[in-house]
């Protein structure tokens, strides 16, 4: 990526001097595993986190520096981060009636309070509504490398990019009317429900990556196969392969492989949040 013309964005929360924090209990086994399965990336980590709660006790309350961090990697995200806002403003007032309002970012390390409980680093970068704030532990970033095969500075900023999504589907009202939906519906119903609402925010962070670029020209030869490759390893079909050795398409809450693929494809190639309705087209 080519991050020189990009500022760094201080709507940075650096919480990592806390180090890990668990719970007395630490993390359950079970949880562990919905999250690898379901939660990468998740949307609405409020139940899930509510789990890691139950017979554990709260982080103490998180020490914090607020703004660009000095470290390398914490200036990557911010940067980062500077470029989801000015470019989420600039498609806010071209493309909708209303004005865009920055999320905060969060770093931490192990464990940290969150208005939707306790978030867990094993359930990978999450955004929660109730405090607009996207949370990262940045060893993530080590795993997509080390383990899902997904290395690079933009397959790192399209994580980035897909939690800021589900940001503008809150502030769209997207976010709030599906998970009513989903409160109301079966379980499958609401798994679908919840694919389609990973799927908007991955075709988000392609129609961001489009007018970056535009702007500020930040892509380099390889970065859209960076973040196809990281679209690719956090699929539903390839995480539930990897732990538990076999595919269960009913249970999906983000989408398959191919499907995250395509819907970054379509965003980054459109650059419209017209062509973002995954809700009005067949499954």
Partial sequence: MRLGRSRQS???EDRRRNGPRAGRAGIGLGTIV???VA???GVDPAVVLQMADQGASSPAPATQTTGAPTDAQGQFVSRVLGETEDTWRTIFNEQTNGRYRDATLVLYRGATPTACGTGQSAMGPFYCPADTRVYIDLAFFDQMASQMNAPGQFAQAYVIAHEIGHHVQ???GTLERVNRQRA???TSQANRLSVRLELQADCYAGVWAHHADA???ILEAG??????DAAS???DDTLQRRHQGQVVPDSFTHGSAQQRMQWFSRGLNSGQLQDCDTFSVSP
């Fill in 10 to 12: 201080s709507n940075i």
């Fill in 34 to 36: 919905l999250a690898l």
């Fill in 39 to 41: 939660l990468y990336f």
């Fill in 170 to 172: 809150h502030q769209l």
């Fill in 184 to 186: 109301a519906a079966s």
């Fill in 215 to 217: 702007a500020r020209q």
């Fill in 223 to 228: 970065d859209i196969q960076a973040a196809l």
């Fill in 233 to 235: 390893a956090v699929g």
